[in-house]
């Protein structure tokens, strides 16, 4: 899931970090695009594939966040949109006729993408955050870092990482999700070095010493993508689909669907959703005499 | 006695020539533009400045790129949970510059905190209000007895800072410059244009002017070259007005660039200097504050100021209209129990 205001680069990044044209946004460029007065969910699927490797992928946009001038509560429709699929699997999972492949429609990751403005984080940022790193993999993100020369790159980085920590914002991955040693020595390097990532994205290529790359082309020089010494995109990519895309899925699965099922389990009253109503306060009922118990 | 036909446009005079005192019929009032130029230096020049525009867009590094100098040599920028607390501030410095003898007061209204709160409803009441405040102290002054010494704070001009990062105007934008427009002079700038290539920033200018143009805002229009000026002034009025709104890059680093010192910002991927033309409108914007520092500006201003009186004096009226019921009520009524009510 994509997140952040627009025009931050969110379609562009989506269709770099996959190779392929899964964001219908940044294909087409829209002028009749207004933005829309509520924040709105798009979810594109697609099946992407790679050496003999399936995926199917879904895409999950955001327009309209925080784009108003009152931006009060709009984090409300995409905290109930995760919650709605976390529903939707406990269903399926307390289903008697269970399926045997549960269609998993939850969201494993969520990229929030921070506006590269030098300064500091903003206050909408640290409210979305706040409330949905305790559902969702967070994984925050420098939009459109081509923006900042190396050293306000390097002092935003740390500003807005020490502000996460002041505010206890946990991104991915955890802290306290640590399985061993290992995973936390590797981790916190990611966390404390490389997070949040200040990446570039495009889906143009230019031809650079002799190779096509991908970039943006300006004036004053082209912009790799790919190229570590212009931005963090291949860290970025690395992380989430070569080496931690299965840990965001185990993580989404074994923690936060968890947390939430135990959750709605103890407000239905022990009972798994589907005896008694869902979301509402059962009134006492007087408990019928069994009929063999004369 | 032949009466000269003279043109009195002070940029083309050269103070220092004098037509030949001998020449038939000549009174000398040909050197009157001179002694207003020479006054006007001596005098300096006023200009408050506005500038408008969310959290780091570069505002501050963009006004001090303008008029080289620093205007916030001790700032401290806030962290995002100081800033949930903060309403919209009015932050007014003056700094004194001078260039080739000419002096000007140049005043920077600043105004943080514009933008940054989740709900922004309210965050242009406070600029609104410095606004007329200025408006209304200067008549106060104009009015009063002492008019040596008026202090002239009306904001003359208002660079609204337009996020590169969007795909256009923003709904908080449209509703501040519709606010404000009839005020002051806007003048919409896009920030951080070197986040942009060529492509994007025409596209972006182009959405803009769109949307300006659907909602029925007021933006400063450069005045057309008059038609006895020469073709360069001609081309370089046109090319000005079709940059608009300007897309631009500031900084105050010298940085080395095809073996010179030039003021720009280094990547690793090449500099970006900010007083080439191709780079980004810096220079544009620059010539169009040295035009706009001048009668120009000002004629919409004093037309703004007798509305305001109008206003003024329509809002007196009123009150001793009202006064008068009052009066005329209370001695029908009770007879004096009301007093005078002032």
Sequence with gaps: MSKGQSGLGKSTLVNTLFKSQVSRKASSWNREEKIPKTVEIKAIGHVIEEGGVKMKLTV?????????????????PIEKYINEQYEKFLKEEVNIARKKRIPDTRVHCCLYFISPTGHSLRPLDLEFMKHLSKVVNIIPVIAKADTMTLEEKSEFKQRVRKELEVNGIEFYPQKEFDEDLEDKTENDKIRQESMPFAVVGSDKEYQVNGKRV?????????IEVENLNHCEFALLRDFVIRTHLQDLKEVTHNIHYETYRAKRLNDNGGLPPGEGLLGTVLPSVPATPCPTAE | MRIEKTSLKMSKQQPTQFINPETPGYVGFANLPNQVHRKSVKKGFEFTLMVVGESGLGKSTLINSLFLTDLYPERIIPGAAEKIERTVQIEASTVE????????????????????????????????????EQFERYLHDESGLNRRHIVDNRVHCCFYFISPFGHGLKPLDVAFMKAIHNKVNIVPVIAKADTLTLKERERLKKRILDEIEEHNIKIYHLPDAESDEDEDFKEQTRLLKASIPFSVVGSNQLIEAKGKKVRGRLYPWGVVEVENPEHNDFLKLRTMLIKVDNEDMNKDQILLEKEAELRRMQEMIARMQAQMQLQLQGGDGDGGAHGHHV
């Design chain 1, 214 to 222: 991908l970039g943006r082309k300006t004036p004053w020089g082209i």
């Design chain 1, 60 to 76: 999950i946009d955001t327009p309209g966040f925080g784009d108003q001038i009152n931006n009060e509560n709009c984090w409300e």
């Design chain 2, 97 to 132: 510059i001078e260039e080739r003898g000419v002096k000007l007061r140049l005043t920077v209204v600043d105004t943080p905190g514009y933008g940054d709160a989740i709900n922004c409803r309210d965050c242009f009441k406070t600029i609104i209000a410095y606004i007329d």
